[in-house]
């Protein structure tokens, strides 16, 4: 039986979190005399001599309908990277517990532990880029704290086996779940936000930098129970996200046809681009891709990517990655610039 009691650290279950001016009036009509703001307004056009609203209940609303979620199980940060750090701050001490991994995965998880001074367990994927679920049950111990599971995976590009996934959500009940789901809008099969209510250990991750083309902005959505939520929004800093960043935010909301437009067209070009680098003789394997990236091993990955860098194409070599030897990461591009890349590669 899961315990949230349990997995959060006790001095944060009973911290007195700093109480903002905003949480003690959420109206936004007023005289506003309690935040020592700039009364007379900012020193370049635009309104923004206010402090935001702490936890963005304008945008949450209107995300909660998106995602078919209640705007109580949203977290919003300064990119995905604020949720994976205190995730971490908050369930596990420093020099005792530990974070269960499985690469190859996206690095700042293991980056996040190490500054904490928390360990972290490594359980590799399978060849084919699949979960060994006996391995992680038997990997982790009673101070491990949460297993990271990045579906779609980065960098592979494929979707983790879901009855995987759930089989771990039933059997590691004594920490948390979290399911990193940033590549999700380029898949096929559905987010486990929906199954939030059922798993009262799952944390799921998504951000709007890759489908919703908001990278600059830094924005990162992290889904779970109400009593999660409030854990986060307890040691998170007031004014996490800007209040420019929250205007540009519920604009972008409106746009999801567009959103929808643009993961066609990646769709459309990463089908395109697969066929096109499967007839290169360079090109040794192109792993399945569920995402906007493709993993391709070539005969010689490190002459190529600096090649590739010499035309100013930058990619991502891999190579140093578990599973990934001579491999090259590519992002889908528009059509012109993956013809500037095949071009460049069939020159080579």
């Known amino acids: 039986?899961?315990?949230?009691?349990?997995?959060?650290?006790?001095?944060?279950?009973?911290?007195?979190?700093?109480?903002?001016?905003?949480?003690?009036?959420?109206?936004?009509?007023?005289?506003?005399?309690?935040?020592?703001?700039?009364?007379?307004?900012s020193v370049i056009s635009g309104n923004y001599n206010?402090?935001?609203?702490?936890?963005?209940?304008?945008?949450?609303e209107k995300l909660a309908t998106i995602k078919k979620v209640r705007p109580t199980q949203i977290f919003l940060g300064n990119g995905s990277d604020e949720a994976i750090d205190?995730?971490?701050?908050?369930t596990c001490e420093p020099q005792q517990d530990n974070i269960l991994i499985l690469p190859p995965t996206y690095g700042m998880y293991k980056v996040c532990?190490?500054?904490?001074?928390?360990?972290?367990?490594?359980?590799?994927?399978?060849?084919?880029?699949?979960?060994?679920?006996?391995?992680?049950?038997?990997?982790?111990?009673?101070?491990?704290?949460?297993?990271?599971?990045?579906?779609?995976?980065?960098?592979?590009?494929?979707?983790?086996?879901?009855a995987s996934i759930l089989h771990i959500l039933d059997n590691f009940t004594t920490g948390l779940v979290v399911v990193d789901e940033a590549y999700i809008d380029f898949a096929k099969e559905e987010s486990f936000t929906q199954l939030l209510d059922k798993y009262p250990n799952l944390v799921v991750m998504q951000t709007f930098s890759k489908a919703w083309g908001l990278a600059a902005l830094r924005l990162g959505m992290a889904f779970a129970s109400e009593e999660i939520i409030k854990i986060l929004n307890k040691i998170?800093?007031?004014?996490?996200?800007?209040?420019?960043?929250?205007?540009?935010?519920?604009?972008?909301?409106?746009?999801?046809?567009?959103?929808?437009?643009?993961?066609?067209?990646?769709?459309?070009?990463?089908?395109?681009?697969h066929k096109k680098l499967a007839d290169l003789s360079i090109v040794?394997?192109?792993?399945?891709?569920?995402?906007?990236q493709l993993l391709v091993k070539f005969?010689?990955?490190?002459?190529?990517?600096?090649?590739?860098?010499?035309?100013?194409?930058i990619t991502r070599l891999r190579s140093s990655v578990i599973l990934c030897e001579n491999c090259i990461r590519i992002s889908v591009g528009t059509k012109k610039e993956n013809e500037i890349l095949l071009k460049a590669l069939k020159k080579y």
Request: net charge positive.
């Open 236 to 273: 998170k800093y007031p004014y996490n996200l800007n209040g420019v960043t929250q205007k540009l935010l519920y604009a972008a909301l409106g746009k999801e046809e567009k959103k929808d437009k643009y993961v066609k067209q990646v769709l459309k070009e990463r089908e395109r681009l």
């Open 299 to 313: 005969t010689d990955a490190n002459a190529v990517f600096h090649y590739l860098i010499e035309q100013k194409i």
């Open 113 to 162: 532990a190490d500054v904490q001074n928390v360990a972290v367990k490594q359980v590799p994927l399978t060849p084919d880029f699949q979960v060994d679920t006996k391995k992680v049950l038997e990997t982790a111990d009673a101070h491990t704290k949460i297993i990271w599971i990045c579906s779609p995976n980065n960098p592979s590009g494929n979707l983790i086996e879901r």
């Open 50 to 60: 206010r402090y935001p609203d702490p936890y963005q209940s304008v945008v949450k």
């Open 86 to 90: 205190l995730v971490i701050r908050a």
């Open 1 to 41: 039986m899961f315990s949230l009691s349990k997995v959060i650290r006790p001095h944060i279950l009973s911290l007195t979190p700093y109480s903002s001016a905003r949480d003690e009036y959420s109206g936004s009509e007023g005289t506003f005399l309690d935040a020592n703001e700039n009364p007379f307004g």
């Open 284 to 292: 040794k394997h192109i792993f399945p891709s569920d995402s906007n």
